[in-house]
């Protein structure tokens, strides 16, 4: 289990109160947990606040299905294949939360005082009346979340009896001899379960009866808690509805099922990279646009395995890659500032091609395949920056002799310095000005890209050794 941080920082700190009776003098309401989520959702809503910060490409599709499900109060499950942000949309769930909540000080379910659930603390209510204590939950510790995995137990998830318990001399049927798992500890929050279908039958159907009836059943007696508890899972397409994994009663208890998708315009997938990626160096827009156009085209093609998708992941790994590259080059040779540059893309396919699922039949074409889309987003940048751009001179240059040299160590001074002179043309400059590049390091990336339209346009030649790349 792991508890997300919420996208928020906390802006307050918890109340003073300490006990029940200062709680009801304080006029404090008490909401079910998912009254709580829509009046909070509602609010920002009507505030014009964005209850989901940080997801892009979502806006219009799956978030007003999520925002539907949660204003009706239903449990959902996010279907999608990896990398399209369910996770990430489960966790930005903590906003919709009271930053702060009162809990009975030292409940081991973090019960509401107005609402005792257990035996224990309904016991403790009754002889402490208005100085019953209370302690304060921030939201963050509400959202919990569990990966299924084949070995996931009841225990785990509900609750087993506690043989240390027993043996203080309680008998079997004593409610507290129970060690809770993780659902009735989430009561009052949010229980989160990624890859649900990883969950073996016995313990799906160990999950029926807290979903609907919201009882839990351990070792053969039934022990009755009002739980409030909102569960939300992910789950891939294929796993949920082709293999039969998920028991068709627990289907049933999910009042929402929504599916995701990888982003649809290119402005999203490349907020998502920039947003996500950890990034030692300067990488160029344009540098992360051939990334986020590569991942489209790899989500395209028929020599990839769609149905385990492309994730964005892919993309992001891309970006910090290219970036250490960079920053390599620019360790070893002395520059100045650290930026990527299209010579560094050719290290990204080295090291991401593991991250792809190809047909069985294109064996052995791997790197084939990914060069091609590589070049074909090299292709498609080239054009939507460049247009109306006139490159003969520079074509001129290179066919009469003069040739560039770049290269994973050549630097950005030293490619500046050996590029073909133009005469009184103001080419390089109208390139530059298309990237708004302020650096020699940017120049130099708006300058090779250029080149590498052409090369891609079979405008001029490119010769490459690993080490050094010739144009000319």
Same mark, same amino acid.
């Given at each position: ?6 996208s ?17 003098a304080a ?18 809503l009507?505030?014009?606040?964005d209850?989901w ?11 007003p ?19 399209q ?6 966790r ?9 909540t009162?809990?009975?000080d030292?409940?081991e379910?973090g ?16 002889e ?9 939950r ?18 785990d ?5 506690d ?13 507290e ?32 009866? !807290?979903?609907? $009836?919201?009882?839990?059943?351990? +070792?053969?007696?039934? #022990?009755?808690?009002?739980? @409030? /508890? =909102? ?17 068709t ?6 009042g929402?099922?929504i ?6 315009e290119?402005?999203?997938e ?5 947003q996500?990626?950890?990034l ?21 093609s028929?020599?990839?395995d ?19 590259a ?5 360790? !070893?040779?002395? $520059?100045?500032?650290?930026?990527? +540059?299209?010579?560094? #893309?050719?290290?990204?396919? @080295? /090291? =991401?091609g593991?991250?792809i699922?190809?047909e069985?039949?294109?064996e ?5 395949i990914?060069?091609h889309?590589?070049?074909?987003a ?47 043309s ?11 590049a ?6 130099a ?9 052409l ?18």
């Amino acid at each position: 289990m792991s508890t997300a941080t919420s996208s928020s920082p906390s802006s307050t700190s918890a109340p003073a109160i300490t006990t029940v009776g200062e709680l009801r003098a304080a006029g404090y309401e008490h909401k079910p947990l998912r009254v709580e989520i829509r009046d909070n959702l509602l609010a920002a809503l009507r505030e014009g606040r964005d209850p989901w910060p940080g997801l892009h490409g979502l806006e219009n599709t799956v978030i007003p299905q999520l925002e539907r499900a949660l204003l009706a109060g239903h449990d959902v499950v996010l279907l999608g294949e990896r990398g399209q942000g369910k996770t990430r949309l489960l966790r930005t769930m903590i906003g919709l939360l009271d930053e702060w909540t009162p809990v009975i000080d030292g409940s081991e379910l973090g019960e509401h005082p107005f609402d005792p659930i257990t035996v224990e603390s309904r016991r403790r209510a009754a002889e402490l009346g208005d100085e019953l204590p209370v302690a304060w939950r921030h939201r963050d510790e509400r959202y919990s979340e569990k990966l299924a995995t084949p070995d996931t137990s009841v225990a785990d998830l509900i609750g087993d009896v506690d043989p240390m318990k027993v043996a203080e001399g309680r008998s079997l049927g004593d409610p507290e001899t129970i060690h809770f798992g993780l659902i009735p500890r989430s009561h009052r929050g949010i229980v989160a379960i990624n890859e649900l279908p990883d969950l073996a039958e016995r313990i799906q159907v160990a999950m029926l009866n !807290v979903m609907e $009836e919201r009882d839990i059943q351990i +070792r053969g007696y039934v #022990l009755r808690l009002p739980l @409030d /508890v =909102l569960v939300v899972a992910s789950a891939n397409p294929e796993d949920y509805t082709n293999r039969g994994r998920i028991i068709t009663p627990l289907k049933d208890r999910f009042g929402a099922e929504i599916r995701t998708h990888y982003p649809v315009e290119l402005d999203a997938e490349v907020a998502v990279i920039r947003q996500e990626a950890e990034l030692v160096a300067e990488v160029p827009d344009a540098i992360i646009e051939i990334l986020a156009r590569f991942t489209r085209n790899l989500r395209e093609s028929s020599a990839v395995d769609q149905r385990s998708g492309v994730s964005a992941r892919f993309a992001i790994a891309g970006a910090e890659t290219i970036a250490a590259a960079a920053l390599h080059r620019a360790t !070893v040779q002395g $520059e100045d500032a650290a930026v990527a +540059r299209v010579v560094d #893309l050719e290290t990204a396919v @080295d /090291v =991401l091609g593991g991250k792809i699922e190809f047909e069985s039949g294109e064996e052995g074409r791997e790197t084939e395949i990914l060069t091609h889309l590589l070049r074909t987003a090299t292709a498609e940048t080239v054009r939507a920056h460049f247009r109306g751009i006139d490159f003969a001179l520079l074509v001129e240059a290179i066919e009469n002799g003069q040739m560039v040299t770049t290269g994973e160590q050549v630097t950005a001074r030293d490619f500046l310095a050996g590029l073909p002179r133009l005469g009184e043309s103001d080419l390089y400059d109208q390139i530059c000005d298309r990237f708004a590049a302020k650096s020699d390091g940017e120049s130099a990336a708006a300058i090779e890209l250029a080149l590498e339209g052409l090369y891609l346009a079979r405008k001029i030649g490119k010769d490459s050794d690993g080490a050094e790349t010739v144009y000319g």
